[in-house]
C-alpha cells in the first residue's frame, strides 16, 4: 500500500503503507466555528474490512468520509488511508452529457477505455447499458453506475455515503446485495455511512455508533453471509443499536388494554 503526505497549517494527513490497516486514525478533529463535530477520533478498519457507521443526523458521520476520502483536509489529528480509495455518494453525480460507459472511466488517466468501462458495468449487471445516455437510466441503475466508476479505481478503501438513500425498498434490497456481492469478489476495505440498522448489520463485519464527535459503541457481526434479518443475533444487535441512538423499539409482547 503506497501513499503520499498532504499538511495545511493546522494537521499532518499522512497515506502511508500499512500490512495491518487500511485506515488508521489518531486524534481526529474537525470545527465548523465553535463546534467540534469530530473530537479526537480514533479508528482503525482493516484491509478487506467491512465497516458500517450508524449515527443521529449532523453527528459528523458525512465528515468523517469527506475527509477520508480526501475531500476535507481542514483538520486537526492524523489520518491515514490508502493512496487508491473511491468513494459513491447518494446522488451517483453522473455527467449526463457523456454515455454511460464515459462516467464510468471518467478521470483516469490516459484515453478512455470503453473494455475497461463494459467489464465493470458487466459485474454491476448493466451489459446493456454501455452505450445510453445517464437521462434514461432508472435511480438503482444510475447507482450500479455510480458503483462502477469507483470499482474501476480498483481501490483499496471504498467509502460508500448513503448510497442507497434515495432508492424505493425493493431497489434498495437489490442494491444492497449487489455491494455485498462485489465486497466478497473484490475484497476492498469499505467504510459505509448509512442511518439503517439493518442494512448495516446484514452488511458489515463491524458497525460503529458516532455520538459526541467520537466513536461511542461498536459492535462486531461474527455471522456468515448472507444474513437473515430475523437471526436472533441480529435480532439482539438490532435492539442494541437502536437504543444506543436513543430509539426505543416498542415491546411487541406487552398486552393491549
Not at 455518494?89 to 475497461?116: E, I, S, Y
Not at 479505481?153 to 455515503?161: F, G, K, V
Not at 435480532?235 to 406487552?254: F, K, N, Q, S, Y
Request: aromatic share 4%; hydrophobic share 45%.
Amino acid at each position: 500500500m503506497t501513499g503520499v503526505t498532504a499538511t495545511t497549517e493546522s494537521h499532518t494527513t499522512e497515506t502511508q503503507t500499512s500490512e495491518t490497516a487500511a485506515v488508521s486514525i489518531r486524534g481526529l478533529s474537525k470545527v465548523f466555528g465553535d463546534r467540534a463535530v469530530i473530537d479526537g477520533l480514533d479508528l482503525d478498519i482493516r484491509p478487506g474490512e467491512f465497516v458500517a457507521l450508524l449515527g443521529r443526523s449532523g453527528c459528523g458521520k458525512s465528515t468523517l468520509l469527506r475527509i477520508l476520502a480526501g475531500l476535507d483536509s481542514e483538520i486537526d489529528g492524523l489520518a491515514t488511508v490508502p493512496r487508491r480509495r473511491a468513494v459513491a455518494f447518494q446522488a451517483p453525480r453522473l455527467m449526463p452529457w457523456k454515455r454511460v460507459w464515459h462516467n464510468v472511466v471518467l478521470g483516469l488517466p490516459g484515453r478512455p477505455d470503453r473494455a475497461l468501462a463494459q467489464r465493470y458495468l458487466d459485474e454491476v449487471g448493466l451489459s446493456a447499458k454501455t452505450t445510453v445516455w445517464p437521462k434514461t437510466l432508472s435511480g438503482g441503475e444510475a447507482q450500479r453506475v455510480s458503483l462502477a466508476r469507483a470499482l474501476v479505481r480498483e481501490p483499496e478503501l471504498l467509502l460508500l455515503d448513503e448510497p442507497f438513500g434515495a432508492l424505493d425498498a425493493l431497489t434498495r434490497v437489490k442494491a444492497q446485495q449487489l455491494v455485498a456481492d462485489l465486497w466478497a469478489r473484490h475484497r476492498c476495505a469499505v467504510l459505509l455511512v448509512t442511518h439503517d440498522v439493518e442494512e448495516a448489520l446484514l452488511l458489515a463485519d463491524r458497525v460503529l455508533v458516532m455520538d459526541g464527535g467520537v466513536i461511542a459503541h461498536e459492535v462486531t457481526v461474527a455471522l456468515p453471509r448472507p444474513r437473515p434479518i430475523d437471526h436472533p443475533t441480529l435480532v439482539r444487535l438490532r435492539t442494541e443499536l437502536l437504543g444506543r441512538l436513543g430509539i426505543v423499539e416498542p415491546d411487541r409482547h406487552a398486552s393491549v388494554d
